[in-house]
């Protein structure tokens, strides 16, 4: 195939788009970040992923830490953020189903999943679109004091945006307030607080 020919430059700009962190649904398969590559960092997240469920093969450890690491990187969000919301969505199990419905690691609703362009059954696919989501919930609410931007942000996966609007605020929903309390304690225990 010549350098100029369709299939190779179509190729050639994937592959560029995934290395600039642009966000085609390409699987990520290497780390930009020079700290994404130390194994002890690496290590880390592996165990944090095997801690929240020991039933995980190695080579879906390796995909799950990969997406994850790439995913938040590329939606400027904290990994152990992350780490901690989808261990309170689904203790990291793949195969979590919810009773309404919600799919996988980040329990994307068909819906959102469908709105997003994701595949809520495929690993980097859901934590691509989890990752989406929660970026879009914090840049909602950038323009509120201290840590209420994260709290509303976590209330709005929870119990979508429309609810934190009616209620202005988190809303008075106990399975939203638990989940809040949840995932910021598992954030804050990840960070080391």
Same mark, same amino acid.
């Given at each position: 195939?010549?350098?100029?020919?369709?299939?190779?430059?179509?190729? !050639?700009?994937?592959? #560029? /788009?995934? +290395?600039?962190? $642009? %966000?085609?649904?390409? *699987?990520?398969?290497?780390?930009?970040?020079?700290?994404?590559?130390?194994?002890?960092?690496?290590?880390?997240?592996?165990?944090?992923?095997?801690?929240?469920?020991?039933?995980?093969?190695?080579?879906?450890?390796?995909?799950?830490?990969?997406?994850?690491?790439?995913?938040?990187?590329?939606?400027?969000?904290?990994?152990?953020?992350?780490?901690?919301?989808?261990?309170?969505?689904?203790?990291?199990?793949?195969?979590?189903?919810?009773?309404? !419905?919600?799919?996988? #690691? /980040?329990? +994307?609703?068909? $819906? %959102?999943?469908?709105? *997003?362009?994701?595949?809520?059954?495929?690993?980097?696919?859901?934590?691509?679109?989890?990752?989406?989501?929660?970026?879009?919930?914090?840049?909602?609410?950038?323009?509120?004091?201290?840590?209420?931007?994260?709290?509303?942000?976590?209330?709005?996966?929870?119990?979508?945006?429309?609810?934190?609007?009616?209620?202005?605020?988190?809303?008075?929903?106990?399975?939203?307030?638990?989940?809040?309390?949840?995932?910021?304690?598992?954030?804050?225990?990840?960070?080391?607080?």
């Amino acid at each position: 195939m010549s350098p100029g020919s369709p299939g190779r430059t179509l190729t !050639g700009l994937l592959i #560029l /788009g995934l +290395l600039l962190g $642009g %966000t085609s649904l390409a *699987e990520p398969t290497r780390f930009l970040q020079a700290y994404y590559r130390d194994e002890a960092y690496l290590n880390a997240y592996r165990q944090a992923v095997v801690y929240y469920n020991p039933h995980l093969g190695t080579a879906q450890v390796e995909t799950v830490v990969t997406a994850l690491l790439h995913y938040a990187h590329h939606y400027r969000l904290d990994p152990r953020l992350v780490t901690a919301l989808m261990a309170c969505e689904s203790g990291f199990r793949p195969d979590a189903l919810s009773s309404a !419905g919600a799919r996988g #690691l /980040g329990q +994307l609703m068909p $819906g %959102t999943a469908r709105d *997003e362009g994701v595949d809520p059954d495929r690993i980097p696919s859901n934590i691509h679109g989890a990752c989406r989501v929660l970026r879009r919930h914090l840049d909602r609410y950038a323009d509120r004091p201290g840590s209420l931007q994260l709290e509303l942000a976590l209330a709005a996966y929870n119990a979508g945006p429309g609810a934190v609007e009616r209620y202005g605020g988190i809303p008075p929903y106990a399975e939203t307030v638990g989940y809040v309390t949840r995932v910021l304690t598992e954030y804050r225990r990840l960070c080391g607080r």
